[in-house]
């Protein structure tokens, strides 16, 4: 039986010095490298995985920077958050390990402004990183787990955070990254000589005789924005069957499901079978954090 009334825990929750992505790290740290580690062997490979869903407060009036957002599920605009949220992954467990509600730095899209507090508190810190870019609030949930250790070599986003500013972001981290690729001119990758698209390095590729259209790897020595030059990083492409679309829909150089961007990454039994349980398991745990 607790010793303390409840608004004690209300008040504690409220409190504007509490650092809760350090805590839940922390806790979820703790977790892993004594209840979870020990029970792997050598051979499993750890990853990080990142990823946001809708945080919907349609019927909220007065929360501190609610915002009218858009739920890319849904394609329409919803009054809530954006939640963005870290989880740690061996291919069979997963433990969220920090998330971030994620408001909007538009102002014409929020009802709510935030409540004035000391700019030294974690409060206001925090409201702040609220208002940030998604891929910043990602390096800062990153940087959390860093330094606290959580074993991970690899960490898997989609391709929205997959700009070659955060993927040298988080190469700089110390981390290799393993993502879906936008589909854009702006990112280009060196593939026999030569400056091409993703679409291009796919198109250049001819069917072979007994192998699938639709499965393609390929290896680029240099990745990079064009209007980067100096921004370079190595990659491994890998196009696959897009199994969620029918082939009389779709055209074929647009069912490519995904790219999947490596460095160093060759020893990861990377399979769609694995990407499946890890995509599940985000959206499981999302869904169980909405829900609390």
Sequence with gaps: MLAFAKDTVYRFMKSTQINWIRFTTILASRIIKDAVVPLNNADRENVLCIDDSMF?????????????????????????????????????????????????????NRVNEAVSLDKRTIGYKRRKLSMTKGTEAM????????????????????????????LHAV?????????????????????????????????????RRGRSRYL????????GKRSRPGWYMSATGISARNTSASSQQIHPYVKMKSFAFMENA???KYSSKSARVISGSVKNAIAFLLMQ
Excluded at 141 to 158: Q, R, S
Excluded at 216 to 223: D, F, N, Y
Aim: aromatic share 12%; net charge positive; charged share 25%.
């Design 139 to 166: 390096l800062e949930l990153l940087k959390a787990a860093k330094t606290t250790g959580i074993p991970a070599k690899y960490v898997l986003f989609d391709s929205w955070f997959s700009s070659p500013k955060s």
């Design 266 to 268: 060759g020893i990861l």
């Design 56 to 108: 919907e407060r349609n019927r909220s009036k007065k929360v501190e920077l609610l915002a009218k957002t858009y739920d890319h599920a849904k394609h329409a605009y919803k009054f809530g958050f954006r939640m963005l949220t870290l989880g740690w992954t061996d291919g069979s467990t997963f433990l969220p390990v920090n998330s971030i509600l994620l408001s909007t730095d538009n102002k014409k």
């Design 216 to 223: 393609l790897l390929w290896m680029s020595s240099k990745m």
């Design 171 to 207: 190469k700089n981290l110390g981390y290799e990254v393993i993502g879906m690729i936008k589909k854009t001119p702006k990112m280009f990758f060196v593939y026999n000589g030569e400056e091409l698209s993703l679409i291009d390095i796919y198109k250049s590729n001819k069917k």
